[in-house]
């Protein structure tokens, strides 16, 4: 096996044409991978305007009706049934069925961008990775009269809104027998990688005091902007606690500040973050302390709002492995430390529910310029960026076609999932 173990980043500079060393070796249905590439290929064009129309229209979570419009317009188009804000305002969902019954494929685009900073996770790449899956699956259907369903359901505000959790509990993936997507990330060239990612719990923090004036009477005032930078130092002096692959990090605002008011409002936002939900959940238990002693000592009202909680990512050990074998004697190699390891995703949620598979690839980045940079959002702009995306593409739709065409191989994905599920009880 092809394992990538290298501190070698893929650079602007590199020559992405100079390809790796393929593994010899069959893969699953030559024919379907076929058609597969070929209908990718054909539609690099298109994608790549559809890329760049989202890439010039970010958009914050529950706010993206531009690319709501553009991915359903671009779907109608090629002959997809398609329903506009479904369930929620700005998700959508795009199905193909062919023939009568068969396994249901499910696949995610994910659409909004990041405040002042644009696109800087790449998602206009991981929504035009969704509907190229999407279509070569429709195209190796059709050609090829496969029985089966794809569901391409476009999925708002996985930056801190946890849309996939929403669209889960409305029922947006009850059908599907198993979901697909991927997510850019620095990396070493021409990877595919398959590491986990780390569980979020998010808080929200607010403390109450009592205004006073600053300079004539401040004994009579209650500083909550003082207990926000209190908890803010404690959670600092904490971190050199706690074990380095956990994260602690935040960041506190107020409303109506002025230098000669004592402040009686702040708000805190802070994510907690670990290998697995577990291990978050015990971190958690260090962190809130720190809120509440800053409270007792500014003499401040304080409360501790939880939000969703975000899961690891489970990547499903057989479509892993199927994904594995493809792109190593097809397209490139497979590494298990890069990809988005220490970030988080609500697809992660899904993966603790259904079968899943959610892949990093590695994007050309600058140094210093990894996902949440402006450098990022350039990043996520360029044509070997696009061109990499069409290729984990190719390697998620050939998967995704042996979970509609090879039902020992569903079988053995569910058992998967069961036995990953009771490992975690």
Known sequence: MTVVQTDVLWRPEDDYKVKPILEEGEIYRPDILAVVDAAINDLSSDLRELN???????????????????????????????????????????TYTHGQGGRVLGVNSEMDALPGIGHACGHNLIGISGVAVACAAKAAMEQLNIDGKVILLGTPAEEGGFGKVKLWEKGAYKEMDACLMCHPAPGPIHSISLSSCLAV?????????????????????????????????????????????HRVHGIFEGQNLAPGIIPDNSKMYYYIRAPTTVEAEETLKRVVPCFEAAALATGTEVKVIRGYTGNELVQNKVLSNELSNVVRKKYGVIDYEYGISSASTDFGNVSYLMPGLHPGFSIPTVPGGGNHTRAFTDSARSQDAHDATLVVSKALACVGMRVITDAEFLQQVKDAFEEQKNNRA
Do not use: C, M
């Open 201 to 245: 719990i998010r808080l929200e923090i607010e403390y109450s005091g009592h205004t006073a004036h600053a300079a004539l009477s401040p004994w009579e005032g209650k500083n909550a902007l003082d207990a926000a930078v209190l908890a803010y130092t404690n959670i600092a002096l904490l971190r050199q606690q706690i074990k380095p692959t």
């Open 52 to 94: 760049l129309d989202i890439h010039d229209h970010p958009e914050l979570k529950y706010e993206e009706r531009y690319a709501h419009d553009a991915y359903t317009s671009f779907l109608e188009k090629h002959g997809f049934e398609v329903t506009r804000h479904h369930l929620l305002e700005t998700a959508w969902v795009a």
